[in-house]
């Protein structure tokens, strides 16, 4: 199924644009719009996590990893057991 798309008030410069990258890739500027489109409408990556409490929530869910987060130890604390401190 094919069908048509009409870009109108494209800027020059982007026209311009486009002409450069679609010789770069060997196609077309039709061909470079569609497959800037293409790519654009796939779906998106998941955002990378913000926090450090988020990373760890989708390390639990990939891994299984860290399901008890309270019982997670600073390295202060891993350190101080290492040396036998009270």
Request: aromatic share 2%; hydrophobic share 35%.
């Amino acid at each position: 199924m094919s069908s048509t798309l009409t870009i109108r008030n494209l800027s020059e410069p982007v026209k311009q644009k486009l002409r450069i990258q679609a010789a770069r890739h060997g196609r077309s500027m039709e061909a470079e719009a569609r497959e800037i489109l293409s790519r654009a409408v796939e779906d998106p990556k998941p955002a990378p996590p913000r926090t450090v409490e988020e990373m760890r929530e989708r390390l639990q869910a990939v891994t299984g990893i860290w399901k008890d987060r309270h019982a997670a130890k600073t390295t202060d604390e891993v350190m101080h057991e290492l040396r036998g401190d009270d």
